[in-house]
């Protein structure tokens, strides 16, 4: 089991940035493929955004593309979600997640992801 520690979220109003940041302590997780899954109140958890062990490959769902964007920090085991223009639809828990069997491929199922974040919320408001 890897600790994956997330920072970030909070209350924004529509149109509004915020910023999720995730970290791997005590894991070389630079690797393995990174990502974002969220979940709102009675849905399923929704894949947002991954990238890949090399970090040369983002992947994001339809829901976000050209608002979100995933960067990595290599050196720090760490992920981060970069999300503008935000919409009360992104109101969720936003969860951090890692995949210790893949390298360069990512996957959109949130089964297939070995490794979790204790999950932040994120509220966006009008």
């Known amino acids: 089991q890897v600790q994956l520690v997330q920072s970030g979220g909070g209350s924004v109003q529509v149109g509004g940035s915020l910023t999720l940041s995730c970290a791997a302590p005590?894991?070389?997780?630079?690797?393995?493929?990174m990502g974002w899954f969220r979940q709102a109140p009675g849905k399923d958890r929704e894949f947002v955004s991954a990238?890949?062990?090399?970090?040369?490959?983002?992947y994001y769902g339809d829901s976000v593309k050209g608002r979100f964007t995933i960067s990595r920090e290599t050196a720090k085991n760490a992920v981060s979600l970069q999300m503008n223009s935000l919409k009360s639809e992104d109101t969720a828990v936003y969860y951090c997640?890692?995949?210790?069997?893949?390298?360069?491929?990512?996957?959109?199922?949130?089964?297939?992801?070995?490794?979790w974040g204790q999950g932040t919320q994120v509220t966006v408001s009008s």
């Open positions: 997640a890692l995949d210790v069997n893949r390298y360069s491929t990512v996957s959109n199922r949130s089964s297939e992801w070995t490794d």
């Open positions: 005590e894991h070389s997780s630079w690797m393995y493929p």
């Open positions: 990238i890949s062990g090399t970090g040369t490959r983002s």
